[in-house]
């Protein structure tokens, strides 16, 4: 069997480990590892294996060939490059680290392990998404002209742990909520040049519209990208009404030369226009696992869709929001 460990459980998304151990006879859960008791309890309660406090423990103990990275942000990079010099493949939930620092940390790790690194960009595989993908491929919107993404999320700030309010432990907005929109920003205009990676720009601002509630945490973004020739606009924030009935009311306008769609995440819809045909919603399929992609992967032999590359590019893009917003909007290459 495949041995997965999950280093770090600050987030419900060790459900992507789980998940897939579940469903895959050839995937075994060998170990935990978690130093918050309150997390531990939270998110590995009901996990029937040993636990340990540090992913360095963990690994001096087991095998393992899958580490899913899900711990406080600020220590995610640390149990990624233990578990790549421990010749472990990362799967990662967003974001993969803090700073630019640790970054180029993992990167010269990861080359030098020859493992992948790869984030659990779960918007990739949305059905609106992949139903935009065959549109893209049939050219029924011609080239891409410029994109547009929102992604308001409830904050639900009481039942946040002290470290996430901290951002010295959970780095910035502009380095955690905008990446899922970077990366398929970066994946589309890749895909419609035909190159594995493009270079651009970044500039991004941010503010704290509510600082009696949490003085010196940023709770908006907003930024400019441009990918190759095409600019894309991102925002994102922790101000969704705690009443509206989302977590959070996602949405992506893509314009190309012959027609726009719009993707509706929160309510599954993607809705298309184009100067032949007038609106209609695109029939979707059904929604494949998070983390279905990555094991579907090492187990045929073949490197994962979110590939090592992409998942460090994205990275670098969203830090570098974090780095331009702090120096007030300059923007920088990648």
């Not at 990079?77 to 620092?101: E, M, Q, W, Y």
Request: hydrophobic share 45%; net charge negative.
């Amino acid at each position: 069997a495949m041995k997965v460990a999950i280093l770090g459980a600050a987030h419900q998304h060790v459900d992507y480990a789980l998940a897939e151990v579940e469903h895959r006879e050839e995937l075994e859960l060998v170990a935990a590892s978690e130093p918050d008791a309150a997390l531990r309890e939270r998110f590995l309660g009901g996990v029937e294996v040993p636990l340990y406090d540090t992913a360095q423990e963990l690994l001096a103990a087991h095998d393992v060939d899958v580490a899913l990275v899900a711990g406080i942000y600020s220590e995610r990079a640390r149990a990624s490059i233990a578990a790549l010099n421990a010749g472990a493949h990362v799967l990662a939930d967003k974001p993969l680290c803090t700073t630019l620092d640790q970054l180029d940390k993992i990167r010269t790790v990861a080359d030098r392990a020859q493992r992948h690194v790869s984030i659990v960009f779960e918007k990739r595989f949305y059905p609106a998404t992949l139903a935009l993908r065959r549109l893209l491929a049939d050219g029924v919107l011609g080239r891409i002209a410029m994109i547009a993404s929102t992604g308001p999320h409830k904050l639900g700030q009481s039942a946040r742990p002290a470290w996430f309010m901290d951002p010295a432990t959970y780095g910035g907005i502009a380095g955690d909520l905008p990446i899922h929109d970077i990366d398929l920003v970066l994946d589309l205009v890749a895909g419609q040049s035909g190159l594995a990676a493009l270079h651009g720009s970044v500039s991004a601002f941010v503010g704290n519209a509510r600082p009696q509630d949490h003085p010196g945490f940023d709770d908006h973004v907003s930024l400019l990208i441009r990918v190759g020739e095409v600019p894309a606009t991102i925002e994102a924030n922790w101000l969704a009404p705690e009443a509206a009935e989302v977590h959070g009311h996602y949405r992506m306008r893509i314009t190309g030369e012959k027609g726009t769609a719009e993707l509706d995440w929160a309510y599954h819809r993607l809705t298309v226009t184009t100067h032949d045909r007038p609106t209609w919603e695109e029939p979707l399929g059904p929604a494949p696992r998070p983390a279905q992609y990555f094991f579907d992967a090492l187990l045929a032999g073949r490197e994962p869709e979110v590939t090592t590359a992409a998942s460090l590019q994205a990275t670098e893009v969203a830090l570098k929001a974090q780095r331009s917003a702090e120096a007030g909007g300059a923007p920088l290459g990648f």
